[in-house]
């Protein structure tokens, strides 16, 4: 199973890391020996968060994050090697997907920064996949109780199922990981959605009451008009 290591960086010290792990929510899955993580965590305004995952020589990592709710819907995101070498930068982004090859074996930082917004705090989602050297998920490890017959034959056939499980196995993986990722583009637009109606209630409703005060104010004005109180002498 992956292991998926957070580190907060802010100026409340152990006060911000326990605020931060009482706000965010997340979850981590990982099937067979493919390492995939999913995390949903709240970021706090004028505050990073880093996360390590740990990568293998000349395999694949494959990130994709979304900001999913806070004013603006925009995050600046780093990949850092082991080394510190800084891999991908981005700057106010709200969604982005980026495949690393990584080139050393060791742990990689992943980092999302919100300090340049003051007063919003962001709900970001993000999905880290880790496929070993040759993107081989699963193998002869899987099945430890099949012993290899004897044949020429039912060695193939063996084969030929192992690879049509293989296969099958990537391919529902690669589902889920999309199902995923449309339940996040999901819950973007329903906040944003949400966000928005109350605007233009909000709008509607100062605009109704401006239209009370201006009628009012005509009614008064126009009966100031016609309100004569001088005495009439008969």
Request: aromatic fraction near 8%; glycine fraction near 8%; charged fraction near 25%.
């Amino acid at each position: 199973m992956a292991v998926l290591r957070v580190r907060i960086s802010c100026r409340g010290g152990l006060l911000g890391l326990a605020v931060a792990f009482l706000c965010c929510t997340g979850s981590v899955q990982s099937s067979g020996q493919s390492q995939d993580s999913e995390f949903t965590f709240l970021l706090p305004a004028g505050r990073s968060e880093c996360f390590y995952q740990t990568a293998v020589k000349n395999g694949t990592m494959e990130v994709e994050y979304q900001v999913i709710a806070g004013a603006g819907m925009d995050v600046d995101f780093t990949i850092l090697s082991p080394k510190g070498v800084r891999l991908i930068i981005e700057s106010r982004r709200s969604d982005g997907l980026h495949v690393v090859e990584p080139m050393e074996e060791g742990d990689y930082e992943i980092c999302f920064d919100n300090s340049f917004s003051r007063f919003s705090e962001k709900m970001v989602f993000f999905e880290i996949i880790i496929e070993g050297q040759g993107g081989d998920v699963g193998g002869d490890d899987e099945f430890p109780g099949i012993e290899e017959p004897d044949g020429s034959l039912l060695e193939y056939k063996l084969d030929d199922i192992r690879g049509s499980m293989d296969s099958l196995h990537r391919r529902l993986e690669r589902s889920r990981q999309m199902q995923t990722v449309l339940r996040a583009f999901e819950a973007r637009d329903r906040n944003l959605l949400e966000d928005n109606l109350w605007r233009v209630s909000f709008w509607s409703c100062a605009s109704v009451l401006v239209m009370l005060c201006v009628a009012l104010t005509q009614v008064y004005t126009v009966r100031k008009l016609f309100d004569d109180k001088r005495r009439v002498c008969t």
